[in-house]
């Protein structure tokens, strides 16, 4: 009932709560590695480090990641991704991450652990219903803060889940930019496909999904960018769009049913790579920073 009536920040918010009060005996461990609070920002299910150092694995084993490489942190949140990034990285190495979620963006900088490679946290002014109403910027408009052609390798995880449709091909198109010629995307989505629409709108599949508009399916109508779905055969027309081409293969995720098997993620995982002979492809350009942390906004 509760859930009919109570707006959903305030849902989101209290079950947040309830997930900082089950985790208070392992924060007042002695030498616990410190961990946001999910009242402050949300990342999702799973302990914050361990989550952490899979997705660098993925990184390693699926995109090709060295520890001298240009990481670009497309909604980097709290962290997550960077704390294990800053055990991995050389001083050869850099990243530059970027969210619209201030007092994310806050915790991560008080908290990161000294790295030898240089750290560039930057917030994004781009509109987004629960973090920034008061900026005019979408992102389906919004640039990269890198130069053309100077990231190794890009990382997007629980981002395009949601975004709108104008705002995803943007980001794909900006990943398309920023990547060096041969540089690669590791990006998690929910793919519609046929197979899928009839679990996905019938309540069969871990995730329900109703049509929006042409290209997209959403959770919530209401809040289409709480959960969204993109058709795979237009993803994959933007990916193309973009001066990238899949590594295949698509990694399906279990969200539409059937229960994971071993070694399956939730969502579904694609690798892009960026064309050799991509249009307009500009040469590597280096964004080292001078120093170790720093942070634009």
């Not at 198109?173 to 989505?189: D, K």
């Not at 995720?253 to 694609?270: A, R």
């Amino acid at each position: 009932m509760a859930a009919g009536v109570l707006p959903r920040p305030v849902r989101r918010r209290l079950l947040c709560l309830g997930r900082d009060l089950v985790s208070l005996p392992g924060r007042l461990k002695p030498g616990a590695r410190p961990v946001p609070w999910s009242s402050l920002h949300d990342v999702g299910g799973g302990e914050f480090h361990t989550v952490g150092r899979a997705i660098l694995n993925s990184l390693v084993n699926e995109a090709g990641l060295t520890p001298d490489d240009h990481v670009l942190d497309i909604g980097c949140g709290t962290g997550r991704v960077a704390f294990a990034l800053a055990d991995y990285l050389t001083t050869k190495g850099c990243y530059t991450g970027f969210d619209v979620a201030p007092g994310g963006l806050a915790w991560m900088i008080r908290h990161l652990p000294p790295a030898a490679a240089p750290f560039r946290i930057v917030r994004a002014d781009v509109f987004n219903t629960e973090y920034r109403q008061k900026t005019k910027t979408r992102a389906e408009s919004y640039r990269f803060p890198v130069s053309d052609g100077s990231v190794d390798v890009a990382f997007a995880t629980s981002v395009f889940t949601h975004l709108l449709p104008a705002d995803a091909e943007n980001y794909l198109a900006e990943i398309g930019r920023s990547l060096r010629p041969g540089g690669r995307a590791y990006v998690t989505a929910f793919l519609m496909t046929p197979e899928r629409r009839g679990p996905a709108e019938s309540g069969a599949a871990f995730v329900t999904f109703h049509p929006f508009g042409e290209v997209a399916h959403v959770g919530d109508l209401n809040v289409p960018e709480a959960m969204i779905a993109f058709d795979e055969t237009v993803f994959m027309d933007w990916v193309a769009k973009a001066g990238l081409e899949l590594v295949p293969p698509v990694k399906y995720g279990h969200w539409s049913g059937g229960g994971p098997k071993p070694g399956q993620e939730f969502q579904d995982v694609l690798v892009l790579r960026k064309t050799l002979h991509a249009a307009g492809a500009a040469p590597v350009m280096s964004v080292r920073e001078q120093d170790r942390l720093g942070f634009d906004g």
